[in-house]
């Protein structure tokens, strides 16, 4: 009960040191029902998550997780849709800022600490709610290669090999923990950046469906997952090749079918 | 009880993550006591809804709530007529900011992002309530086709081929889907676009009849139903070829004879 | 109890989606102890609305409840009086500046449309209460001819063949329809519009004494009503034709004694 | 105790569609414990007020509720006497700026209106409370004759052929009544603006002195009234015929006497 | 209890028409623990007021009560002493800005009821708490002679022969009013006018000694009070003469001594 | 508990008329733990305060409760030393603002009086919280000589000959007032200017030390105390004659040991 | 219980004089999780704190509580990293500034105080929640040579020999001065500037490293801690001699072996 006393006002401490309101949209996003998986390897990075058509009815092209920021860099949004979007619409904003002040595409990292400081502000001030998303942005740096980055609505954020948000985020997290290990060769102290440099594209791919199947225990179709992906493998098609791409259904379908026939 | 701590500040988390006002909003949808239904073929998307007349001395001229967009968009609005009008002129004004702008028509779909965002700074900031109502917009897209798109006070929308709003939202998407699968000849995986291309002006118009007519077990007369229609249709007088046009009394009783007779 | 906490708030929702406040505003209209009725017919609208005096004293000519707006538009408001002279005063000052604007005066629905518009902000903002005010406007449309439009608090408008506001609002609107299906000679299906039309100036003035009188079983006399007309038809005097007026003691007279040996 | 809940915010309505703040404020004018009479006849207007001198060593000079607004024109103000001199001021201010823009003095019901309508904003914005004043004012109208108004903290102005504000307002308006019909010859259906032009000067100086001390049951010495007056009477003195004065001692001394050996 | 719904929001009437904050104003008065005296005659008028030094240490020139405002005005000041200077810098301000726009010094009823127009504004707006102290103002108007002016946080003013502040105001009003009455020879109706206008003033000092002294029970010595002069008598200095001043201590003794000499 | 309705409204009187949260800033004094001393002579104006270092390994060179305001004045702060630096920022602005505007250095009433203003406007206002401060001024005024101001939250400030604040602002006043009357040879009625009149530079800082050392009945250490000094004594250095300066260690070392030797 | 009427408000003191806000603040540092050390000696000063990589696949080159402010200054944070960020990028803001306005690098003092003073405000005004956040500069003025500052959410600063902030604060404090104590052979009275001028860059990097591994009872590994360093000894690198740098594994392997042998 003594909680009422501090969420309602977004900008206080609680007398232990905690900010409700940033906890709650937590709350909000696994609450929303779905995961999101990210992995990057040696030269590419890509995003996977469920699609989900609550309506058969209703037109699945016109929803999507899945946004593009830059024509090399994209993201997944986990949590409320409307929220969504309008973090998009922010982070394309202070992108194309960037392009005009400084003469080249912000980094993804860039990218990632100053949507951050954006919802810091949100946590410390009044006048509005955080947003109730979690943001994984992909995207391909030209000196460090594949970057993902995962913001919160408490305005932190911080880059991975792998990872994962929503419903399910531990659960993935945890799987793809496992994974990295078994690729590693079941050693105790696996270096994390060895083992992604290790996987190439197609096994990228791989381990990201595998990590969404596993969790929902459950042989996705075409329709029922999104993928993006930025690779500058020599396997991706040439004028693709470094961009920010959403598969359409016939690649996910290939993908799928590889997944399954490996077992 | 402890709800009423969250739900008198628009913009604040429940400790589960939700926003309540967002929920009431959409319960003054449901309460306000219509339906309103919306189909897409071929070449033709059509809105259908209620015409209540609570009060036999009320002028039945002055009361819609089908309102054109641009002269190729149109909407069916369900929820607090006031709020309706609000956001009908919000619409128009960022129609022809858009035709100002660019030189041509806005699309349905990006009317329709535009109009969701603005629901959602709703639900973000504290300033003004969301908005008690459900807008669906048809129109024709001149690379796409027929369009319909629903927008919810949480600033959510998407395209569907067919769907319904209010009070018997539930029960009319449910026939919708029913009809589908029977108009697909009872095969399990119906793909819904490839049925809805089947349908040509006359099925859409009988195809939303139904449903509304169904849902509500009533014989509707011409008086009391409303139909929004844009169709490219070779049936479609040349004038209003892809316009959007509200149907006069004599056309809505040809269609609900023809309805009427098919059975 | 629970209601406490949603009405202190303009701009919220109750958890069924209500607004509280502005069902608050009409319980202000229908405690105000006043019945107000409009009539219209082929040629004429009128409005007739009980003249009280609480106060022998006190200055008859100075206590009305109808207002002018426009040279052919005027207006009975029913309700909390102050809240009614401020509205009067932003009606004119619309449509003078409509006038100003377009070159021409402002239509009666073009006028309801646009105060209702303003009283949806005031239940959507917190900055104001809504205004404890329903007000019904006549006038000449010189395409569609006599014209009632009846406004309320929620923002909510439409026209009408005949309606009634106030205390009771709902015995004139149930003894109006009576009258209009006695006047269609009791069949079950009345076009109001036609039974509307077939009425000429007297009829009106008489429908509208009498729909007053029955629902407070008084026989009025010239000093306790007020009655404004606006009408083309060739009885009213060529200098007034078209044009809203109020009548004075001795047509209001002439008219109850009609009425009165009607009997 | 659920009163509480509606009276801390201004602009709100109660479920019974009632504004506290504004009724409470009626409660400090009747609480101020002074009455206020205005009567006016053929040629003139005046009002009387009760001038309580609480303190032996105040000076009588300095303390009145009576001010003038015009050179013709001049009010009683009955309640908070600070709340008062607010209102007098932005009252002086209104005339002013109505001479200044049209050229001529403003007329008693206009300046009556203008400062009715100021109240009622007081009574739909949260700013500020209502004030807690009654004011009567009194006039000559170059057309009508003398005039009186009375507004309240409601923005509610009627005019009045006599009438009272304060702590005995009922009891005074009961007597004026009787007056009135015993001055009609105790008919039942009492003409009041008849009656009142029957009344000389002297008579509506008399109305008023009789009317104060009756409800007080007083026989009030010249230092214990304050009479304002606004006479085109040829008994008044030319050079402030149709002026506004407020009587010196002596003259109210005059007229005590006259009331005194009327009995 | 149901007082706190009222006292936390300052412009809110509670049921029975009362302002609460402004009534806490005056607790804060009478709880300083001071008491101010102020004395008219026929051409001089003083202020006298306790001057308590709560510690030895402390430097008595630092504290006083007694304030000048214009050359020929000044004022006692009881209550809250920071609020009080913040007051006077205001009543400074207005007297200066007077004499620029109008070329000669403010009078003393003008400046009061600016000040007191300036308080009421506090009482009616929610942005500031009413200053907890009571302005008495004596000072030298060439036509009307010596002059005093009591304001309270009300916004109320008025003058008086005598008048008393603080602490035991009541007990001092009594006194004086007996003192009146006394000088007048005993007789019950007092015309305090004509008294104080003949006492010069060497007896208007005495009187405010002995209020002073009477009501605290007191002998008081030369640096246990303050008193403020303005007179135009012939015994006054002539370069003071008209002017405000403090008197020294050495002044205070010796009005002190004829004081105590006279028992 | 009927007190957290007031104290959370900063500008509200309680029903006694008095404002808690200026009475909690008090206590953020008192609960510093600090106890700051200040004594003038003829020549010599000292502040002495504790040092308390809780830690060993801060670095003691940067903790002090000493400022600066100009060349010739400085102040000790008692209570939040964040605040206290805020102040002491405000004061310094006041002075350079001062000099800019008159051309000469800015007196220490003058500036007392600056900032006790500024201080009442923090309790007349919502917008900012009471600064926990007690400031304690001493310089040199060219005409009065060396001076001690003490300004508190309330925007209250007075001069003394001695003063204290802080945890044992009791204790040390009652300690110097004794030893006032000590010093006065023990008669009752002490002139405190007269005795610190003959109280040269040594004496001064002598009675300062004994104070804080008897009040915390401890025999302070060099690094455990701070003292600030204004003298125009000759005994004063000549470059810092008339100028405030902070003792160093070595300074200290020598009057504590001087105070020491005493006993 | 009575807490929560204070808390809700930033701006306003407790009954006791307390500032919760603030107090939660500290309490936001100490529930992070982690503990920071900062230790200066002859020549160097270093920051080390704990490196926690919650996941394993997280990018661990991407999380980091140090942070550099000028190209001779850096600083660990403490507490809610997203504050963190906020406060470097302002403390960035206030170098460059300074540089620009002045023409040479800020002092780490200055930038402490202004940084401190940007905190006090916070706990001031309503706006803004406290920042939860510990800030420990480190850096090289020219004059005094190594620095340490350490500013709290108070708005409170001071200079340090050797630090800690965070969850093992207490504890880390008591270790470092025992380890003075220590240094200076085991003596009551610690001088502790002299201590610290005994110490070489590495005895200040081994002190730090005993002080972190001692509180948490933890061999570090080299990914386990950062460490930050400004030095102007012979031993640093020639091109990063008096820079802030952060030291890469190689080095912090180096150390933390050199620790490990010594015992």
Chains 1, 2, 3, 4, 5, 6, 7 share one sequence.
Not at 103 to 112: K, N, Q, R, S, V
Not at 152 to 177: I, R, S
């Amino acid at each position: 009960m003594s909680r009422t006393s501090y969420d309602r006002y977004l900008t206080v401490f609680s007398p232990e040191g905690r900010l409700y309101q940033v906890e709650y949209a937590f709350k909000a996003i696994s609450a929303s029902g779905h995961t999101s998986i990210a992995v990057k390897g040696k030269d590419t990075s890509v995003v996977i998550t469920q699609k989900k058509v609550p309506d058969k009815l209703l037109d699945p092209d016109t929803i999507t997780h899945l946004f593009s920021l830059t024509p090399t860099m994209g993201c997944v949004m986990t949590g409320l849709l409307a929220d969504a979007r309008a973090q998009v619409e922010r982070a394309r904003a202070e992108a194309a800022e960037w392009r005009y002040k400084y003469g080249y595409e912000i980094t993804p990292d860039a990218l990632a600490r100053r949507m951050a400081n954006i919802n810091q502000v949100y946590t410390q001030r009044a006048a509005m709610r955080p947003l109730g998303i979690s943001m994984i942005i992909i995207g391909h740096d030209t000196e460090l290669g594949p970057q993902i980055f995962k913001l919160d609505p408490a305005g932190y954020f911080v880059g991975f090999h792998a990872t994962a948000a929503g419903q399910k985020q531990q659960e993935a997290m945890n799987h793809l923990e496992k994974k990295w290990k078994r690729l590693a060769g079941n050693i105790t102290d696996v270096d994390a950046a060895q083992v992604g440099n290790r996987l190439g594209r197609a096994e990228v791919i791989d381990v990201a469906i595998e990590a969404l199947s596993t969790v929902h225990s459950t042989d996705y179709k075409p329709g029922e997952v999104e993928i993006g992906i930025v690779s500058t493998s020599e396997d991706e098609d040439l004028k693709t090749r470094g961009q920010w791409r959403v598969m359409d259904k016939e690649e996910i379908d290939k993908w799928l079918l590889a997944y399954g026939e490996k077992d």
